[in-house]
Structure formats: C-alpha cells, structure tokens
C-alpha cells in the first residue's frame, strides 16, 4: 500500500490505517485472518483505545497477532487514552497508568504513537508535559497526537508539551465534512458557514499534523453508514458511478475521496470485514479527478456558494 509521512515525524505509515474498536466482534480464528489479512496487504498500522471494549480489544489484537519481538518490528502501534467512566481525564497520573496497561495488553514495550482521546476540561497542559517526557525517556511512547481538538486546544498543549504533536483523530465522511464546507462558505450566511472547530483543517495543514478521520462512512454521530442508504440515492449514484469507471467498490471511492484532498490525511477504518478492508486499502491507488471530487461533495447535498 501507498505510504506517507506523519506528521513531522520521520515514521513512515499507509495511508489507510486500521481501526480495531470492534475487533472484539470476532470470534478467535476470525481475529487472526483478519489481521493477517492486513498484514499481507501492507495495512500494518493498527489503531486502538483503552476502552474500546474496557480494554479487551487490544487484548484480542495481541493474541490474534501472536505478538513477539519479530512481529513488532512489523508493525505500527498506534492507541489512545484520557476517557474513564463519567469523566476525561489528562492527568499525569491516569496518562501513565493508561499507557501502562495498553503496553500490558497488547503485549509490547512500547506505542509507536499515543493519542489524548476527547479534550479534558480540567486538563493542565504542565501535566500532560510531564507524563509526555517519562513515556518518551522511558521508551515507552515514541510519538504523541491528540484526538477530536481543535486549534486553540493544541496550542494551549503546546505551551508545555516539547513534543511534536503528529496526528489529530478527527470525525470526517462524505456526509460529514463541516470541517472542509465552513472553509467554502466564507463569509457565508447560511449553516455551512458556521465554523464550528476553529479552522482545524488549516491548522493542521499549516503545521503539519495528520489528519485521521475517523467513522469515514458514517453520517451523523454514529447514526449509520450512507453507502447503499436510502437517505442518500444522489450520492451513491454518484459514487456508484465513479467506482464503475475505477472499476473498484464504492467503499473504495469513499475512502479516496478523503485520500484526494492534500491535506494528506490518513482514514481509520472501522470494518471487520476483510473484503471491506482490502476495498478500503485499495483506495491508495485510486486518485481522484478535481471534479469528481466536487461532484460527490455535491451529490452529499453540499452546495456551492
């Protein structure tokens, strides 16, 4: 598969990454083909959180994987933490505890990168740069992002935090592209206008962090898929027949729309469905034209100012 870089860093990921909240979906024998499968595709950066299943999914990955030392070297680690039960949580302390029991269960000595999952309201950037040090000095963590921040939220980590920040885990589909809508309706009365993340799309642009969208094929707040969804009969005309032309699958076009846009960002899938995966991978070979692109931003029900 296609590779790139993340962030500033000089680590060298796919393009598409792998998404393993519902791995704990699988039964045993079925969690081992998948991740095989990954592996001989080249989609060898797995992304997780300590809660996805209260933990259990990262425990599954690593007995699926078989993880040992030759298989780490083959792979890229990715997983997030700072959510408990009723709260966030960017504590020292719950980041070190956290970071400790994602090594214990998936089985390694260490994340190639570390994700803060949801922003903390109580967080104390001072902190988070503590915890961040150890990890780094310890060996621990090697590269750290934040997910669903915006600009203001990272610059304030910033003030403490050494750190490159990498990545940024962010939700953007098709279908929901305010991120990208707000920054065509400058100046705009009507709702596309409406900046509601603080120009995140450019800033991570502008200094150089990844964007991951995460839940590329869900419209609204997990409220389904819109490929194949009567909800949505323009778009996945549309996107029927720009996967005919490819000759690929409309999960295939969905996953390079994101692909297309130069911010470079890098989608999380969340399938377990291997033919489904190998469809999403297959979209680092697919590059869309500029009014195809646009033509299925507008089938999506976007309009033009």
Known sequence: MRTMKLGTSTLEVPVVAVGCMRINSLEKAAAERFVQTALEIGANFFDHA?????????????????????????????SKCGIRKGAFDFSKEHILTSVDGILR?????????????????????????????LLESSGKVRHFGVSNQNPMQIQLLK???????????LQLSITNSTMISN??????????????????????????ITIQPWSPFQYGFFEGVF????????????????????????????????????????????????????????????????????????????KLP
Request: hydrophobic share 35%; charged share 30%; net charge negative.
């Open 105 to 133: 269960r998936l089985k390694t000595d260490y994340l190639d990168i570390l994700l803060l999952h949801r922003p903390d309201a109580l967080v104390e950037p001072e902190e988070v740069a503590e915890a961040f040090d």
């Open 50 to 78: 300590d809660i996805y299943g209260g933990g259990t999914c990262e425990e599954i990955f690593s007995d699926a994987i078989r993880m040992n030392d030759n298989v780490r070297e083959k792979i890229i680690l990715q």
């Open 183 to 208: 920054g065509i309706n400058v100046n705009m009365e009507n709702d596309s206008a409406v900046n509601r993340d603080g120009s995140i799309l450019d800033y991570c642009r502008l200094n150089d």
């Open 159 to 169: 003030k403490a935090v050494k750190q490159p920040i990498v990545a940024n885990q």
């Open 227 to 302: 490929l194949g969804n009567d909800k949505f009969p323009e778009l996945n005309q549309k996107i029927d027949e720009i996967a005919k032309k490819y000759e690929v699958s409309s999960t295939t076009i969905a996953i390079a729309w994101l692909l297309r846009h130069p911010a470079h960002m890098q989608p999380v899938t969340g399938t377990m469905n291997i033919n489904r995966l190998i469809d999403c991978c297959k979209a680092g070979d697919v590059h869309l034209t500029r009014e195809e692109w646009y033509e299925i931003y507008r089938a999506a029900g976007n």
